[in-house]
């Protein structure tokens, strides 16, 4: 049974950094992180298929960053110079097969981090 476990979220102020960690993540050949805002639709934010190669949402283009640490199974979301906009709850995704971006449909999902951003 594939179980994600996101952890790293908080609170920070505008300008800031976190890094959002997701457990688990070995075998895949598609990794990704989405956010949903209250009140709005969920978004891909970042993803990272298994040769390494990254897409990101232009509103976090330059300032987050994706990676993994296949030794500890860990997949990664580095967020700097954050905006208020970016408050949501961040959900890590994997699939097993398919294409890889962030507009792609993941089949495995966390239960979410809360990242809270005050200008």
């Known amino acids: 049974q594939v179980q994600l476990v996101e952890s790293g979220g908080g609170s920070v102020q505008a300008g800031g950094s976190l890094r959002l960690s997701c457990a688990s993540v070995?075998?895949?050949?598609?990794m990704g992180w989405f956010r949903q805002a209250p009140g709005k639709e969920r978004e891909g934010v970042a993803a990272?298929?298994?040769?390494?190669?990254?897409t990101y949402a232009e509103s976090v283009k330059g300032r987050f960053t994706i990676s993994q640490d296949s030794a500890k199974n860990t997949l990664y979301l580095q967020m700097n110079n954050l905006k208020s906009e970016d408050t949501a709850t961040y959900y890590c995704?994997?699939?097993?097969?398919?294409?890889?971006?962030?507009?792609?449909?993941?089949?495995?999902w966390g239960q979410g981090t809360s990242v809270t951003v005050s200008s």
């Open positions: 070995s075998g895949f050949i598609c």
């Open positions: 990272m298929a298994n040769d390494g190669s990254t």
């Open positions: 995704a994997a699939r097993h097969s398919g294409t890889c971006s962030v507009s792609s449909d993941f089949t495995y």
